[in-house]
């Protein structure tokens, strides 16, 4: 105990430098725990990684879709991937814009079917023939998957009319019995 009380530096309750240092210290620790740094939840601005160029230039032509021009000229490798992205409708209004287009996007518009169809390929290697799942008609030879994604389109609308008119005249039975 006496070496508590010859300690100058010990803790004493009544010395009020030693109560004012105290509160001192108790109140920067609250305020930094009061204060603490803001986190922003949202979508972070900063980027992770740096994207080539070539996709930074095909993000800004799809946000641009409407301005783009493509000249006889153009070569097809180079907008392939802006072509890749687009719409079945964007692809439609390019084509009927930029007549060079149609002849070179046939493997463009198989994509699109297979992925609005979920078409399945049944065959050997050698055969080009694909089943559905009852929503579209089989394709034949001759026609070009733009004629076919448009036809099943077509198809899949008729068969959803005829569908909704079934539907509609059951119910409508019903509630007249």
Known sequence: MSQLVDNKHAFNPFDSKSMANTRQTLNSLHERKSNKTQVFSGISRCVATIRPLREL???KLLKQLHKVVITEDTD??????????????????????????????????????????????????????????DCVPNKTSAESWRHFYWRSMDYRKRKLEEITSNIRHKSDSVKTS
């Open 57 to 59: 230039c095909v993000d």
């Open 76 to 133: 097809y490798q180079l907008i392939r991937p802006l072509l890749e992205k687009c719409s079945a409708i964007e692809l439609q209004r390019l084509e009927t814009l930029f007549s060079s287009l149609a002849s070179k996007t046939d493997q463009l518009w198989h994509e699109l079917c297979r992925n609005e169809f979920h078409f399945t390929t049944s065959c050997g290697p050698n055969e080009d023939k694909h089943e559905y799942i």
